[in-house]
């Protein structure tokens, strides 16, 4: 057996306590839960560190107002998913970037929701770097002073209520780009077309929340270079010629078939048979 050390298990770190909190507030938004716990408070050192939380500093960007997401670029790593965030105060015209590189797997097990906690922790770093002090501290001490009580703190918007936001903001990032779209000849059907193949639904009405997110992500990383544009076109040109050549396979008469069909048309006329149309999105 190894030698007792005596030695003590070493107490987790502020940025470890954020980190967690956060990670479980994403998934409360994720599951549509309440979320409560908008600042955290702990004995380190015999000090007592406190701060605001994910939930916590968006709380303070809406009070203070004018703070606002200007870029979103994301990559993907084999074992992570890393976010780059731009942020704006558009009252004094100053801006930050919020970085971060979220792990695929929790321990041993896949994180759902991996995509979407390196998203939002980029953000959080990115809007943090803009608030003023005196918003902080009063986010802090308004909710310092009630987190003993038994009512709940917020209630944050529904499930159905995110979804919609997340579609909203979906089709406001699809229209930005829509002219620069179909100067490379790639029409709305083209786009929806290629939506539907990726995340392998026939209407927008199947699509999570997640799914909508790492579209909008899409979308805002092909808008903020021409580069990324470039590669978002031709994923698209692909599914879009790899649907049409499926078509073209499984409507295609038989050789014989069709010869005796040319027999038919030349005695009778029929009316050609109807294509399938695509379910609308």
Same mark, same amino acid.
């Given at each position: 057996?190894?030698? =007792?050390?005596?030695?003590?298990?070493?107490?987790?770190?502020?940025?470890?306590?954020?980190?967690?909190?956060?990670?479980?507030?994403?998934?409360?938004?994720?599951?549509?839960?309440?979320?409560?716990?908008?600042?955290?408070?702990?004995?380190?050192?015999?000090?007592?560190?406190?701060?605001?939380?994910?939930?916590?500093?968006?709380?303070?960007?809406? @009070?203070?107002?004018?703070?606002?997401?200007?870029?979103?670029?994301?990559?993907?790593?084999?074992?992570?998913?890393?976010?780059?965030?731009?942020?704006?105060?558009?009252?004094?015209?100053?801006? @930050?970037?919020?970085?971060?590189?979220?792990?695929?797997?929790?321990?041993?097990?896949?994180?759902?929701?991996?995509?979407?906690?390196?998203?939002?922790?980029?953000? @959080? =770093?990115?809007?943090?770097?803009?608030?003023?002090?005196?918003?902080?501290?009063?986010?802090?001490?308004?909710?310092?002073?009630?987190?003993?009580?038994?009512?709940?703190?917020?209630?944050?918007?529904?499930?159905?209520?995110?979804?919609?936001?997340?579609?909203?903001?979906?089709?406001?990032?699809?229209?930005?780009?829509?002219?620069?779209?179909?100067? *490379? =000849?790639?029409?709305?059907?083209?786009?929806?077309?290629?939506?539907?193949?990726?995340?392998?639904?026939?209407?927008? =009405?199947?699509?999570?929340?997640?799914?909508?997110?790492?579209?909008?992500?899409?979308?805002?990383?092909?808008?903020?270079?021409?580069?990324?544009? *470039? *590669?978002?076109?031709?994923?698209?040109?692909?599914?879009?010629?790899?649907?049409?050549?499926?078509?073209?396979?499984?409507? *295609?008469?038989?050789?014989?078939?069709?010869?005796?069909?040319?027999?038919?048309?030349?005695?009778?006329?029929?009316?050609?048979?109807?294509?399938?149309?695509?379910?609308?999105?």
């Amino acid at each position: 057996m190894p030698e =007792n050390t005596g030695k003590e298990i070493a107490p987790l770190t502020e940025f470890e306590v954020l980190e967690q909190v956060d990670d479980q507030a994403i998934v409360q938004m994720m599951t549509g839960q309440a979320i409560k716990d908008y600042v955290y408070s702990f004995k380190q050192g015999g000090k007592v560190v406190e701060g605001l939380t994910l939930a916590g500093i968006n709380e303070a960007a809406n @009070r203070r107002g004018g703070i606002e997401v200007d870029t979103l670029e994301y990559e993907e790593r084999e074992k992570s998913w890393i976010a780059v965030v731009k942020a704006i105060d558009t009252i004094t015209g100053s801006s @930050r970037y919020g970085a971060c590189e979220q792990p695929k797997n929790m321990g041993t097990r896949p994180d759902p929701h991996a995509f979407t906690k390196a998203i939002h922790k980029a953000q @959080r =770093n990115a809007i943090k770097q803009l608030l003023p002090v005196p918003v902080i501290k009063e986010v802090l001490n308004y909710y310092l002073h009630r987190q003993h009580e038994t009512t709940p703190l917020a209630t944050g918007p529904t499930k159905e209520e995110k979804l919609s936001n997340a579609q909203k903001a979906t089709f406001a990032l699809a229209s930005k780009l829509k002219d620069r779209m179909e100067q *490379q =000849n790639i029409d709305q059907a083209s786009f929806w077309q290629y939506v539907r193949a990726k995340y392998a639904v026939e209407s927008r =009405n199947e699509m999570s929340e997640m799914q909508w997110t790492q579209l909008a992500a899409e979308l805002q990383a092909a808008s903020s270079k021409e580069e990324l544009l *470039q *590669q978002f076109i031709e994923r698209i040109k692909k599914i879009s010629a790899a649907t049409e050549e499926s078509e073209v396979t499984t409507t *295609q008469p038989p050789e014989a078939e069709a010869v005796e069909t040319v027999v038919v048309v030349e005695a009778e006329p029929a009316s050609p048979g109807e294509r399938p149309s695509a379910l609308p999105f």
